[in-house]
């Protein structure tokens, strides 16, 4: 009697693999709605300058930066999915106040706590998908899986961009609105998601601690994951900086209206999805580690010629940057899951999330103090010179440690 309920309870209740991965391709598409994506720097530019709203985007990397680490660790002890609720959560707060605060001291404050919203969800979402496929034993589907995240939310973000052009032309302040309301949707749809038991642990302060440190000490634990570590920090912080600023800049920059820039960033969007994604994938298969050097080499491919560019042939160039931003997660994300143990991953996660950040921050920094000296496009050229100087040279080295690896 009790195998056959046993059994009866097995076919009622699906694997937390098959229960969580499409829940969370739902979250996925819905939080890529950004209706804000094409508007956020053109209704910061009504009360706002250039150079501030720099600073601005630093510090919500500089706060996301600050909180990755802890949140993470509080994700692998306390649960993942409490995690990104607190977070979604967060983030429906900040949304509200960037409408309604519109000095630049107050709005240091709402960047804060966008940048809190972020870490709570970063690490732990990414470790929430690893860790349900793992319980099942499924944990080398992953790659396909997190390129497949990765599509649904290109095809959010292709809906968020366009829609939100299309938002901001009735009213700058109507994509944030919606935004909110649909970050709380969010937040609801992963009450639904199960947590994974791998490694749970009760949460005290030496826990804590300790997660922290031995979740950090799992990226510099080979010469493989330090150097691959590296060039994941290098690749995410730069290709980021231009995917939340400087896409949005050069497009104002070069004369294109907020439904323009909608349009525009949209299509590249769709171009993602139908190309980048599954070519990657099928690129992996044909190169094996000879990906890992594939972005340094785009970075410089469409970086380097920008500040010769003009307003039409521009576009093509600033499409390429916007796909490197993606690709570092269809390409990278997969061989640091498979170098750390499932009990610190979330923590190491963060901590990639940390470094990312500390790029960021220091490029708007750079960013904010050149802006009357350079246009966004000729900053292009500037990180194009660095990603030929430092970042090829980082990509061969961490191929050739992978091939060492595989090949001893």
């Known amino acids: 009697m009790g195998t056959m309920f046993a059994i009866i309870s097995v076919v009622i209740k699906p694997s937390i693999s098959k229960h969580n991965i499409p829940l969370l391709y739902v979250i996925n598409v819905l939080d890529g709605l950004k209706f804000t994506m094409p508007v956020w720097i053109l209704f910061l530019q009504q009360s706002l300058t250039n150079g501030q709203i720099s600073i601005l985007a ?5 706060s996301s930066l600050v909180f990755e680490l802890p949140t993470g660790a509080f994700a692998d002890l306390l649960g993942k999915k409490s995690t990104i609720i607190t ?35 970063s690490g732990a979402f990414e470790a929430l998908v690893y860790d349900s496929l793992k319980q099942d034993g499924r ?10 995240l990765m599509y649904v939310m290109q095809i959010g973000f292709v809906g968020g961009t366009v829609l939100g052009g299309v938002f901001g032309n009735i009213d700058l302040r109507l994509p944030f609105m919606i935004y909110a309301g649909l970050q709380l949707v969010v937040a609801i749809v992963t009450m639904f998601v199960r947590e994974p038991d791998i490694d749970s642990e009760k949460f005290t302060l030496k826990n804590y601690l300790n997660q922290t440190v031995l979740g950090f000490k799992q990226l510099t634990k080979s010469e493989f994951i330090k150097w691959l570590s590296i060039l994941y ?5 730069i290709s980021w900086v231009f995917q939340r600023l400087i896409v949005y800049t050069s497009l104002i920059d070069l004369g294109y209206s907020g439904m323009d820039i909608g349009f525009i960033t949209g299509f590249f969007r769709l171009l993602n999805i139908l190309i980048l994604v599954k070519l990657l994938r099928m690129l992996h298969k044909k190169v094996g580690y000879g990906d890992l050097l594939l972005l340094p080499l785009l970075m410089v491919f469409f970086y ?12 093509p160039f600033i499409g390429g940057g916007m796909l490197i931003a993606t690709a570092r997660f269809v390409l990278l994300s997969p061989y640091v899951n ?15 999330s940390m470094l990312v950040s500390l790029v960021y921050i220091v490029s708007t920094f750079l960013i904010g103090t050149v802006f009357e000296n350079l246009s ?6 500037v990180f194009g010179i660095f990603a030929l100087v430092v970042m090829v040279p980082v990509g061969l080295k961490v191929k050739r440690l992978a091939e060492l690896k595989n090949n001893p």
């Open 58 to 62: 630093s510090i919500l990397f500089f």
């Open 87 to 121: 977070g979604f959560l967060v983030s429906v707060v900040a949304t509200i106040l960037f409408t309604i605060l519109t000095s630049f001291q107050s709005l240091i404050i709402v960047f804060i706590l966008m940048g809190l919203g972020e870490a709570l969800v």
């Open 139 to 148: 944990e080398k589907e992953f790659r396909g899986i997190n390129a497949k």
């Open 233 to 237: 920090m290098l690749v995410g912080g």
């Open 304 to 315: 380097m010629p920008g500040m010769w560019l003009t307003k039409f042939v521009a576009l």
């Open 338 to 352: 498979e170098e750390v143990e499932s009990k610190y991953r979330a923590t190491a996660i963060s901590a990639l």
């Open 376 to 381: 966004p496009m000729a900053i292009f050229t």
